[in-house]
């Protein structure tokens, strides 16, 4: 968790600054349809290496998925806590869930 804190600050400071020094930098300067399409892609790289048996190639593909995404959020002014906090919510929705079953 600490590791996503820190790559959205760092996200956050790169946004605005020199598109020839930083890939996020120019990756935010390009707009929302483009992140959006990275994302895309990174999911369908994901999902295909998934089904290969390289494990490595998951942890990358992986990777490069969560990053896109996080850069998404920052497109989208969404703090990655409202994520976690959305993530909580459900966590303790399917628990409501699970002792009704139960009591059932
Ligand atoms: N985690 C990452 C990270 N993961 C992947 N990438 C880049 O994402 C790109 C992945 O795109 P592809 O694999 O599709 O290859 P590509 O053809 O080069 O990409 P496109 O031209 O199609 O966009 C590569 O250029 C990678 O270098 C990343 N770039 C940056 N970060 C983090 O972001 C921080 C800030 O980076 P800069 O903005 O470059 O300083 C870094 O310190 C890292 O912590």
Redesign the pocket.
């Known amino acids: 968790m600490d590791t996503l804190t820190t ?1 959205e600050t ?2 956050a400071q ?1 946004q605005g ?1 020199d598109p020839s ?7 935010l300067a390009k707009g929302l349809p483009e992140i959006a399409r ?1 994302v895309g ?2 999911a369908v790289e994901t999902a295909v290496a998934a089904l290969a048996h390289d494990r490595q190639d998951v942890v990358g593909e992986a ?2 998925l969560i ?2 995404l996080m850069v998404l959020l920052r497109a989208r002014d969404i703090p990655l806590a409202e994520v976690c906090a959305e993530l909580d919510r459900r966590e303790g929705t399917s628990g409501i869930a699970e002792k009704a079953s139960r009591s059932e």
């Open positions: 790559l760092v996200i790169r600054g020094a930083s890939y996020v930098a120019r990756l990275k892609e990174e990777a490069d990053f896109h």
